[in-house]
C-alpha cells in the first residue's frame, strides 16, 4: 500500500526555524496534491500549506511569509519550511496526500495521513 512518514518536529525558541519533511513509499502510480496540517490542543485540525500537482501552492494566512512549501515530484516527498515561528505556531503537524497506487492489475485512490510530528514554540 502507501505510508506518508513525517520527519523534523521539535522544540524550538520564538523566532526560530524548522523544517517537516515528508516521504511517500509504496507502490505509488500518481500523487495529486500534498498539504500539511496542524491540531493544536483543544483545537480543530487545520490546514497550513498545499502544493498542487501542478506546483500552486496555498497557505492558510497566520503562516503567510514564514512557511513555505515545497515538493520533489520525483522523490515523491513535501517539505515544510518554518521560520520565524510563534508560540501559536505549536501543533502536532500532519503529512497529507490523496495518492493513486497500483496492486497487481488494479489502481487505487486513497487519503493518506502521516503519523504527526510535534512542533513546540517555547521560551
Known amino acids: 500500500q502507501v505510508q506518508l512518514v513525517e520527519s523534523g518536529g521539535g522544540l524550538v525558541q520564538p523566532g526560530g526555524s524548522l523544517r517537516l519533511s515528508c516521504a511517500a513509499s509504496g507502490s505509488i502510480f500518481s500523487i495529486n496534491d500534498m498539504g500539511w496540517y496542524r491540531q493544536a490542543p483543544g483545537k480543530e485540525r487545520e490546514l497550513v500549506a498545499v502544493?498542487?500537482?501542478?506546483?500552486?501552492?496555498n497557505y492558510v494566512d497566520s503562516v503567510k511569509g514564514r512557511f513555505t512549501i515545497s515538493r520533489d515530484k520525483a522523490l515523491n516527498t513535501v517539505d515544510l519550511q518554518m521560520n520565524s515561528l510563534k508560540f501559536e505556531d505549536t501543533a502536532v503537524y500532519y503529512c497529507?496526500?490523496?495518492?493513486?497506487?497500483?496492486?497487481?492489475?488494479?489502481?487505487?485512490?486513497?487519503?493518506?495521513w502521516g503519523q504527526g510530528t510535534q512542533v513546540t514554540v517555547s521560551s
Open positions: 502544493v498542487t500537482g501542478g506546483g500552486s501552492t
Open positions: 497529507n496526500s490523496k495518492i493513486t497506487y497500483y496492486s497487481g492489475s488494479y489502481y487505487y485512490t486513497g487519503d493518506y
